[in-house]
């Protein structure tokens, strides 16, 4: 009997670590076996210091052991890890990338973390994003946002591809909450600078993206996910119930305005709340405020939520370099 080839993708961004696994059956489609997420907050203090922290080192390497056992027992042939944001800022990076090739040599010889562009991540997460879509979004011009721990991309085509305009934003939960939101609940006057970059941002999106005529929002990301399941009203985190689910952008908003006056033992009250996100949403809420209201003023009603986005996108990408 012939086993199906098996491929893993992780992404590390600022804030998590995450493993997807599958298999390609016999008729070149997709059958996920495994999908993880492991906070390690390696972005903890890198916007101040430029450096990754030992303790967020640690902590890498430790979910990189998990995440490399766990592919030795579904017997993966090949893995790509893409490291983002707070990769492409830190000073003692290399550290990293030579944990990261202690891991995954365990699979396949002489792998290694490659870093992704802002471009690249952007492109990636849109493929993972709209690949339930359907038909629709072939005619739709589409924005897919991926809000991160340390950087938001926004990029702009249709499904189909015959529009490609991407923009990674130096904005994320992570960042924005250690750089402006120093107390929970933030004070106004946090709130009020941290808003105002936003919007510079927001700026600096609008020069190189046309959000202008778009006709969708898809929200990816684990900040988007947990609004989603709020929003919802669910009292767990329910993948299946938030994977293209499509929500008011007036009711997304006030979900992100309460979870910022939260303290964060109060948003951790809230069922489908990861421990490890509950001190750093706040930052998030912010930019989801900024965006939900823009979209708003240009007549927009509504945003799709996906499950799947840059590590979707990065396990197609390992599927066909192995043909």
């Known amino acids: 009997m012939t086993t199906a080839p098996r491929f893993a993708a992780i992404d590390c961004g600022t804030n998590s670590i995450r493993l997807l696994i599958a298999e390609v059956l016999p008729d070149g489609s997709l059958n996920e076996l495994n999908r993880d997420n492991i906070i390690v907050r390696l972005g903890q203090g890198v916007d101040a210091t430029g450096r990754f922290a030992d303790e967020a080192l640690e902590r890498v390497d430790a979910a990189l052991s998990t995440y490399a056992d766990r592919m030795v027992e579904y017997s993966v042939q090949d893995v790509m890890m893409g490291a983002t944001s707070a990769t492409r800022d830190a000073a003692n990076r290399e550290e990293f990338f030579e944990i990261s090739k202690r891991h995954l040599g365990r699979i396949r010889s002489g792998l290694s973390a490659e870093v992704i562009t802002g471009e690249r991540e952007a492109e990636l997460s849109f493929n993972g994003a709209v690949t339930d879509l359907g038909a629709l979004g072939d005619e739709e011009r589409v924005c897919v946002i991926d809000l991160g721990g340390g950087s938001t991309e926004f990029v702009v085509r249709t499904a189909s591809g015959s529009v490609n305009e991407s923009y990674s934003a130096n904005m994320g939960c992570v960042r924005l909450t250690e750089r402006y939101l120093h107390t929970q609940p933030?004070?106004?006057?946090?709130?009020?600078?941290?808003?105002?970059?936003?919007?510079?941002?927001?700026?600096?999106?609008?020069?190189?993206?046309?959000?202008?005529?778009?006709?969708?929002?898809?929200?990816?990301?684990?900040?988007m996910t947990t609004m989603s399941s709020l929003t919802l009203g669910l009292t767990e985190y329910d993948p299946e119930r938030n994977h293209m689910s499509e929500h008011s952008l007036e009711d997304f908003r006030a979900t992100a305005r309460e979870l910022l006056a939260r303290t964060t033992e109060q948003r951790m009250e809230l069922g489908p709340m990861h421990p490890g996100r509950a001190d750093v949403i706040g930052g998030g809420a912010i930019v989801v405020d900024v965006f939900t209201t823009l979209f708003l003023e240009q007549g927009l009603k509504f945003i799709t939520v996906s499950e799947k986005d840059i590590l979707d996108g990065i396990l197609a990408e390992v599927v066909r370099r192995n043909g």
Do not use: H
């Open 186 to 223: 933030p004070a106004a006057s946090e709130v009020a600078e941290a808003e105002a970059f936003v919007q510079q941002m927001m700026g600096d999106v609008q020069e190189a993206v046309d959000l202008s005529a778009v006709d969708r929002v898809v929200g990816v990301a684990g900040t």
